[in-house]
């Protein structure tokens, strides 16, 4: 059986990340093949550091004497945040298959191990997302065998990009197997600086059926009427219209 290595955000704490991460593998693996995210050490960008800044500073404020509301407010959002990462952490070794834990440096060795590398989905072509480093992972650039690169739906996230990175995809896109996107802006910037038709293709969480996903949900008791929210940032306008609607 052939063996295929997924390159993705499967440690990120977020809900869509983990979803799709699950996804792409269930469905590589509902067709046949055996496949596993690999993980090595990627890292973010500035958001939890300067998250971190954030908390440091309020923390600063409250020591002054000034602000004790606002530093309650975040030691509350830190231990929230804390507790589901716990969640994600369990979901995560419950559903997500990774490979050994290696370095970035050691990702060329490991191309004789797999048949294929695919990249994707969620952000992993989104230059704001990581360093120049890891981006460069994520184009695939540690791989020699250009037959072994393959992209399903990564994400870019931008509607606009600075000539540097595209002049990154054209270096290290150029030679892929298979590229498809799953962004209308996505497609149009890749056909045109790799002067091919990127096919415009689902997330991989809308690749597996409600049954599918039943077999892995956990179902929740509730006393009371609700309304869910999965707000991205903060919009205000839909809490008021949950709570009108309520």
Request: aromatic share 16%.
């Amino acid at each position: 059986m052939e063996k295929i290595a997924l390159i993705s955000y499967q440690f990120a704490y977020n809900y869509g990340t983990c979803l799709q991460a699950y996804a792409l593998w269930k469905a590589i693996n509902n067709i046949g093949y055996s496949s596993e995210y690999v993980n090595f050490d990627w890292k973010f960008p500035t958001q939890e550091i300067s998250l971190f800044e954030k908390y440091i500073q309020t923390a600063k404020e409250y020591l002054g004497g000034v602000k004790h509301r606002r530093f309650k407010a975040t030691v509350e959002f830190k231990l929230l945040q804390s507790s589901n990462k716990q969640q994600f952490d369990k979901f995560r070794k419950l559903h997500i298959h990774e490979s050994k834990y290696i370095k970035s440096y050691q990702l060329p060795d490991i191309e004789n191990s797999y048949s294929k590398f695919i990249v994707g989905s969620d952000q992993t072509w989104n230059p704001d997302c990581v360093s120049e480093k890891f981006f460069r992972i994520f184009l695939l650039s540690f791989l020699k065998n250009s037959q072994k690169k393959y992209a399903y739906a990564p994400s870019i996230g931008k509607s606009v990009l600075d000539e540097y990175t595209l002049a990154l995809f054209k270096q290290y896109l150029n030679d892929f197997s298979r590229i498809s996107c799953r962004e209308t802006n996505g497609c149009r910037i890749l056909s045109k600086v790799l002067n091919q038709d990127i096919y415009k293709v689902l997330d991989p969480t809308l690749l597996l059926n409600k049954a599918e996903w039943e077999k892995i949900e956990i179902h929740h008791a509730h006393s009371q009427k609700y309304i869910l929210c999965y707000i991205l940032g903060e919009k205000k306008s839909i809490c008021e219209f949950a709570k009108s609607l309520a």
